[in-house]
Nanobody, 123 residues
């Protein structure tokens, strides 16, 4: 069974940074595309970034230039470095395994979601 565990969330002031981690167990991440999604209270879950097995990244427009996705195969972990954080970045961040059933921003294309990690950006 593919399992993912997110960590690294927390509370930060606007303009601050956080690095989220998504660690896999039961499989090796390097053979899969892994994405980060987020969900704010009362809103739908939305795609933030994805990295494919060739380490090619994709980003939502609202995080381009601020967030960076990367993987460390030795640690079986995908990271999301988040800089210049804004209050609208607040939400629960999830990672998931892409099954390539559709567009990378479509939640239905994903299996094996993690439990999420809370990110709060507030002054």
């Amino acid at each position: 069974q593919l399992q993912l565990v997110e960590s690294g969330g927390g509370s930060v002031q606007p303009g601050g940074s956080l690095r989220l981690s998504c660690t896999a167990s039961g499989f090796t991440l390097d053979n899969y595309s892994i994405a980060w999604f987020r969900q704010a209270p009362g809103k739908e879950r939305e795609g933030v970034s994805r990295i494919n097995p060739s380490d090619m990244p994709s980003y939502a427009d609202f995080v381009k230039g601020r967030f960076t996705i990367a993987r460390d195969n030795a640690k079986n972990t995908v990271y999301l470095q988040m800089n210049s954080l804004k209050p609208e970045d607040t939400g629960v961040y999830y990672c998931a395994v892409d099954s390539h059933r559709g567009a990378w921003t479509w939640t239905g294309a994903y299996d094996s979601w993690g439990q999420g990690t809370q990110v709060t950006v507030s002054s």
